[in-house]
């Protein structure tokens, strides 16, 4: 699973790796918490051919989705994960997954190693501390006022090597190379994207012990992700 990532990457980091044609600057945060407004690569549309896409933008959407049914937009506090293997077959992300999936943009995240009633947070990246983009869905609530909110939930994966030890799940996380077939607006079949949906390779991350700090969202300086010391054990 996925409860809290990083990104401390330039925005004009974010727009080369990403292919944007510009991204405006932001403030690196090293402990985005669910319910937060996280940034969203996903396709820009020529109306009315809705399938066909013309490039890519960068939204900011709320982290927990509220399904374009729902009744009250609470739901989203319980909607930030969902798992891969099944979400085409669930009412809460089925259309989103035939039409609206996107790339969470982030650069690390954090999950925490349970043992008894402790927990042992640690922070996971790439080697080459590289940005990453997660797997993920997008949908937008009309409330009452006729104001539209647009929010989206992380996909999940089993855990690789790396991450086993410390939790069964972890996101799905999307090389470069499937960034334009997971985004192609004319794929509607989910069966198409779903094998992209798989563990990022162990060799290619890092994972260190990190300090209580993250555990609350309220904390948000690098010393987040500063190395500490192992305290389960």
């Known amino acids: 699973m996925c409860g809290r990532f990083t990104l401390r990457t330039s925005a004009r980091a974010v727009a080369q790796q990403f292919g944007l ?5 932001f403030v690196a945060r090293f402990n985005i918490a669910p319910a937060q407004w996280v940034p969203v690569v996903r396709p820009v549309l020529r109306p009315p051919s809705p399938e066909t896409a013309v490039g890519r933008e960068l939204v900011w959407l709320r982290w927990g989705l509220v399904p374009g049914w729902a009744k009250d937009p609470a739901i989203g506090n319980r909607l930030v994960n969902a798992r891969a293997e099944t979400a085409s077959r669930l009412p809460a992300f089925r259309e989103a997954m035939r039409r609206r999936r996107c790339l969470v943009v982030a650069d690390g995240f954090y999950e925490w190693q349970r043992a008894g009633r402790k927990k ?11 940005p990453l983009a997660f797997a993920a869905l997008w949908e937008a609530w009309e409330g009452p006022d ?3 909110l647009e929010t989206c ?3 999940t994966t089993d855990a690789n090597g790396l991450l086993r030890p410390i939790h069964d799940r972890m996101p799905v996380i999307l090389p470069e190379d499937a960034y334009a077939a997971w985004l192609d607006p004319a794929v509607e079949d989910p069966r198409q994207v779903e094998p992209l949906l798989t563990p990022y390779p162990s060799d290619q991350m890092a994972a260190h012990v990190v300090g209580s700090l993250v555990n609350d969202p309220s904390h948000e300086s690098p010393r ?3 190395p500490g010391e192992k305290t389960l054990f």
């Open 224 to 226: 987040c992700i500063e």
């Open 146 to 148: 006729h104001v539209t």
């Open 21 to 25: 044609l510009g991204v405006e600057p």
């Open 120 to 130: 042992q947070p640690y922070f996971i990246r790439l080697r080459d501390d590289r």
């Open 153 to 155: 939930v992380l996909l």
